[in-house]
């Protein structure tokens, strides 16, 4: 089990029972269903960041149709064939990639951190030998050069951290949609619409060079207006389109569906 900093006074965490604690006292349960909340009050913006209980659902519903498995199946293969050192699954949501990533990686050597507490209740179902933590990307309970790999997929890169906790020459890759993903659906929602491709290097700096950087492209066919329904409550789209756009995409079930990822792998560079 990777070690784990108080997010108090940057101690470690010792589990006994069901009990994280510090040698200053601070004190951490573990919920029933094996996770831990390190997200102190003073370090959220709302009351329940993150991804609400709707948004977990439905990604978890789609996700178990399978569209998304080439995706998962390329990372994989970018991954090593066992374990070789702690990783951590950054913005890991309801923990379908993570749990995956766990066979190969080793889970016992595993965290999945997400700053939504009903994102990772739901994750702790997957796999009780993975660390699930209640977190944030900017102030990861984590220590110092203890990180062998960092997976951080569709959610924003706390390049400071992410530096801080990656060993040196350890690898972070990066996931983020292409200019073609989920066309159809854009057009659907927006008069408008903007053609840009994902790159970390926009957020990325000499801390970090670039190993290799691979499109992924395939298509899947909507079974019905619940699947594109699920599917765009996942996404951006479903806080920014209009409620009328939103209300007709079940016109596009039974049609293609594009899929366009962008997968980057980096090394945290030896002496930066």
């Known amino acids: 089990m990777p070690t784990l900093k108080c997010p108090s006074?940057?101690?470690i965490l010792t589990l006994s029972d069901s009990t994280w604690q510090c040698e200053s006292g601070h004190r951490f349960d573990r919920a029933r269903r094996g996770y831990t909340n390190l997200l102190l009050a003073q370090h959220r913006r709302s009351r329940s960041p993150g991804d609400d209980k709707d948004m977990v659902q439905a990604r978890t519903?789609?996700?178990?149709?399978?569209?998304?498995?080439?995706?998962?199946?390329?990372?994989?293969?970018?991954?090593?064939?066992e374990p070789e050192g702690d990783w951590l699954d950054l913005g890991c949501g309801e923990g379908w990639y993570t749990e995956r990533f766990a066979r190969q990686l080793g889970a016992e050597q595993g965290v999945g951190v997400d700053i939504s507490k009903f994102a990772i209740d739901a994750a702790a179902k997957r796999n009780k030998a993975l660390t699930w933590l209640v977190a944030s990307?900017?102030?990861?309970?984590l220590f110092d050069q203890s990180m062998q790999r960092v997976v951080v997929l569709f959610t924003r890169l706390f390049t400071d951290d992410i530096a801080r906790v990656l060993k040196p020459g350890g690898e972070l890759i990066v996931v983020g949609t292409g200019e073609?993903?989920?066309?159809?659906?854009?057009?659907?929602?927006?008069?408008?619409?903007?053609?840009?491709?994902?790159d970390a290097g926009k957020f990325l700096d000499d801390r970090f060079s670039l190993i290799d950087s691979e499109e992924v492209t395939f298509e899947w066919t909507p079974a019905d207006e619940q699947e594109l329904q699920n599917l765009l409550t996942m996404t951006p789209h479903h806080w920014r389109a209009k409620p009328s756009a939103k209300a007709d995409i079940g016109k596009l079930a039974g049609k293609?569906?594009?899929?366009?990822?962008i997968v980057q792998r980096w090394a945290r560079v030896i002496n930066s």
């Open 61 to 81: 519903a789609f996700l178990e149709l399978g569209r998304y498995q080439p995706l998962a199946e390329m990372l994989l293969s970018k991954l090593p064939a």
């Open 180 to 198: 073609h993903h989920l066309m159809p659906l854009r057009e659907a929602l927006y008069e408008d619409v903007r053609q840009s491709g994902f």
């Open 256 to 261: 293609a569906m594009p899929a366009h990822f």
């Open 137 to 141: 990307g900017a102030r990861l309970p």
């Open 9 to 11: 006074c940057d101690q």
